[in-house]
């Protein structure tokens, strides 16, 4: 098996770049003969990659030690499932699965295409493929998850303690899609640049791909941020990490390349815009490729010991100049016909939007790579934390939260005194009051605080109201009931209304963000019997308990919490001793509801008591909600994006006229 797995990813390197090359041939020596046998080539790079992903997975599951790889990230005692999740837990299985996943989409892509877009397909199947070729290249060359260890050990390391978690089957998997995912529209804007088909014909065809891949992305930050709170234990879910940054960028510049492209479509504008922001973004998803393999940047999610950084640089370069170069040809067929109409519109909004989320990406940029460039220019060695982008962010981000409430509701072209005062006015008195009456009720004398929730609440209004209305109206129409109306239109309608929804999935995200205002937190050392009070909640310690979990070693103290004297429930946070870990790592406690959660962190012990950190967490289950709220409005955007029926030209066969009806 091992050596079948060698052999396809070595195979598979010589049919990506058969592939790229009979695509360019066959189109322009017009051989389309050449072009589809460049397609079959694809399908046959995912089936030969499939084999070598396969070939991996069936080495861990038999505890095949005589690869470095297996043995470096499994063991005997390691349980199923992170046995099957250590295939991408380290660079080498990462980047098999990364090519994996890129040659499913390209043969999905091009099945999709056999008789579509016939002009683009050669130049998208040479852009994927030169991808592929990259990696596939770094994969046989640099780092082969097939590497034979000269005496095979009688167990391996086991992979790392802290990605023994359920988080371990989402996280990756979902980030990596959605980096992957935005290598397909990025090869259909090359293709269209090449071959000069500049309308929208490719941002049409790529719509859906875009929107899987923004998906994927949001659920995989997402998963990120829970697998950090969860599991890390220092009671928050996002740190400005190097890595953490590096996934956020894509994110910003694929939002931001999601909302002007309705420009395009509508106004026939931004198109110079859009070719920047996809070319942005899919640089952006090179680039946290790089900085998780380089070890330029200190993070907890780099890999140790690797050298693959130059390579990787190398690559965003030559993706950077050939990108850049060909819109910079294309620059004067680019140029919009169309201006805008006037200051207060829709399409103004959503290109202020657009700046401020490329601010966002270039302020975050800045930010992780600033002390690379100090140490490098001065000599000196900074750090840029949290209380850096918190500065910066929450200004920007207040902008866009206002956006988020306009930019739907804003008339194309130039919005009117009539339109701003029916679609805005009740909403912005409404929630100025309810900012207002927060003050007293919450006690908080932060500006930017009172602010927040006044915008939450106005974008809460406007995006009820438009349902609201909307619903109505059919109801009125055609005498439906409100409910059926409001599920017709929703159908109806599904990019606009699954677009609402979107915006109210966000709106909780920040309104978890912005509980954050309130959070308490306390630390304290109790001994058996003694209690730990924070806010209205009493945690009793009562005594630790040891017991074993597979070959995993369990150290957890019991909290009885009670609230106002009732009792709730047990909490117990742990310590977990792995083998082979010299450190044990923690395992939080956390009670969750609608209102607020509490974080229990074991910091420590000893036979007469504890060490403990608590958090209480206000708002906190409204970014899960959020998050599915987000997931559900994305699939009713995607329910409208149905592809157009396509039939195979069939030509016509020319038959003997009777002479009889030539009379």
Known sequence: M???????????????????????????????????????????????????????????????????????????????????????????????????????????????????????????????????????????????????????????????????????????????????????PFAFAMAALITGRLGDEWIRSTRRWTLVTWFFLTLGNMFGAWWAYEVLGWGGYWAWDPVENASFLPWLTGTAYLHSVMIQEKKDMLKVWNMVLIIATF????????????????????????????????????????????????????????????????????????????????????????????????????????????????????????????????????????????????????????????????????????????????????????????????????????VKAFSNLVSRNKRRYGGYIIHLGILLLVLAVAGGAFKVEKEGYVKKGESLEIGPYTLKYENLVGYPKGDTMIVAARMAVYKGGKFLQTLLPQKQFHPGSEQPHGMVAIRSNLKEDLYVILAGYDPQGASFRVLVNPLMMWMWIGTYVMGFGILVVMGSERPRKTFRSVPAVPREVPENALV
């Open 283 to 482: 640089g952006l998803s090179i680039l946290g490729t790089f900085l998780t393999r380089s070890g330029i940047l200190s993070s907890v999610h780099t890999f140790s010991q690797t050298g693959l950084g130059p390579l990787f640089l190398g690559f965003l370069a030559v993706v950077l100049l050939v990108s850049l170069g060909l819109l910079f040809y294309r620059l004067p067929e680019l140029r919009s016909k169309n201006e805008l109409d006037g200051l207060v519109s829709r399409e103004t909004s959503f290109l202020v939007n657009n700046l401020l989320l490329v601010g966002v990406a270039f302020t975050t940029l800045w930010g992780t790579f600033y002390p690379l460039i100090a140490e490098a220019v001065r000599g000196v060695k900074v750090t840029v934390g949290p209380p850096f982008f918190n500065q910066v962010m929450i200004p920007i981000g207040i902008a866009l939260l206002f956006l988020t409430g306009v930019c739907p509701l804003i008339a194309w072209r130039r919005a009117s005194w009539s339109n701003l005062k029916r679609n805005f006015l009740l909403p912005f008195l409404t929630a100025l009051l309810g900012a207002v009456l927060l003050i007293p009720v919450s006690g908080v004398r932060d500006p930017l605080v009172n602010v927040t929730f006044g915008l939450l609440l106005f974008i809460g209004i406007t995006i009820g109201t438009e349902f609201y209305r909307g619903t109505r109206a059919r109801a009125h129409m055609t005498g439906e009931s409100f």
């Open 2 to 184: 091992n050596t079948l797995g060698e052999f396809s990813l070595l195979l598979s390197l010589a049919v990506a770049a058969y592939a790229g090359a009979a695509a360019l041939l066959g189109h322009l020596k017009k051989r389309p003969e050449l072009v589809r046998s460049s397609e079959q080539a694809s399908l046959a790079l995912a089936f030969l990659l499939g084999v070598s992903t396969l070939a991996l997975l069936a080495a861990f599951l038999r505890d095949d030690f005589s690869l470095a790889y297996v043995m470096n990230y499994s063991r005997k005692g390691q349980g199923l499932a992170y046995k099957v999740s250590a295939l991408y837990g380290g660079q080498d299985g990462s980047l098999l699965f990364w090519s994996f996943m890129l040659s499913i989409f390209v043969a999905v892509v091009t099945l999709q295409n056999r008789y579509r877009h016939r002009e683009l397909m050669p130049y998208v199947m040479a852009t994927n493929m030169g991808v592929s070729i990259f990696f596939l290249a770094v994969l046989n060359f640099f780092s082969n998850p097939f590497t034979p260890v000269p005496v095979p050990p009688p167990d391996g390391h086991g992979l790392n303690p802290l990605l023994q978690n359920p988080g371990m089957f989402f996280h990756p998997p979902t980030l990596y899609i959605g980096y992957v995912g935005f290598t397909i």
